[in-house]
């Protein structure tokens, strides 16, 4: 088992934001099977867990058969974090908690907590849908709780429909406390970066995403489907 609290060290590879590419690599897209309950951590970005802890999908590879990720100790980027690789099938140890890697894809990592007292506090109702913004999102933000994914899920456009996000257009918030920014778009290498926070946590930051990537915000999938110099457009491909 790994531990992502315990001895050792790792330089960050992904910057100070932790902002990591989703793809360019020889894939495959995903390697493994993602639970129902499972925990999505999204590339680039962290989640907070049950008894005050996290984990980031700090950067990945794959090699056409094979995918490992590199994930970080801690919601959040801080200097001199301790950060291992993992691969499907993995056990590691967060503050505490035991989590199974189940799934790794290019754009997430899913985990599966293996204690039932995790695993029900994490899909617990929260007391409001209604987003605060800050830090008290944070059962919103991070949860396996259908009613909250659903609403998550019902402000966005509909599956085949477009989502537009304007290049320096500001931030754009949705209904559960997420807000989604495009943090720079390339026309000329046909390639954006668009970040994600939630509840005072980066969640997601992809990078150089062009054309037919996937990205992933609030367990809802969508393909890059346009971009300009004025905005990046993603098209919902899950229900």
Request: charge should be neutral.
């Amino acid at each position: 088992m790994l531990t992502l609290a315990g001895c050792g060290s790792s330089s960050d590879s992904g910057g100070a934001g932790g902002t990591t590419t989703a793809a360019r690599d020889k894939g495959p897209a995903c390697v493994g099977t993602a639970p129902a309950n499972g925990v999505h951590v999204l590339r680039g970005g962290g989640f907070a867990l049950p008894g005050g802890g996290g984990v980031q999908y700090a950067d990945g590879s794959a090699d056409g058969r094979r995918r490992t990720a590199t994930l970080r100790d801690g919601p959040k980027y801080a200097p001199e974090q301790r950060q291992w690789k993992a691969s499907p099938g993995t056990d590691i140890e967060v503050g505490g908690h035991e989590y199974t890697v189940r799934q790794i894809c290019s754009y997430r990592v899913v985990l599966e907590p293996m204690a039932a007292a995790d695993r029900t506090a994490l899909a617990s109702a929260p007391a409001s849908l209604g987003p605060r913004q800050g830090s008290a999102d944070t059962g919103l933000c991070f949860t396996t709780n259908r009613t909250v994914l659903a609403t998550a899920a019902k402000g966005f456009p509909s599956k085949g429909d477009t989502l537009s996000l304007l290049d320096n257009g500001g931030v754009q918030r949705f209904p559960t406390g997420l807000s989604l920014t495009v943090s720079y778009v390339d026309a000329d290498a046909g390639t954006a970066g668009i970040a994600a926070n939630c509840a005072a946590v980066p969640v997601a930051g992809y990078k150089d995403v062009g054309i037919g990537d996937t990205v992933e915000f609030a367990r809802v999938l969508f393909e890059v489907s346009g971009l300009t110099d004025e905005a990046v457009e993603l098209t919902r491909t899950s229900a």
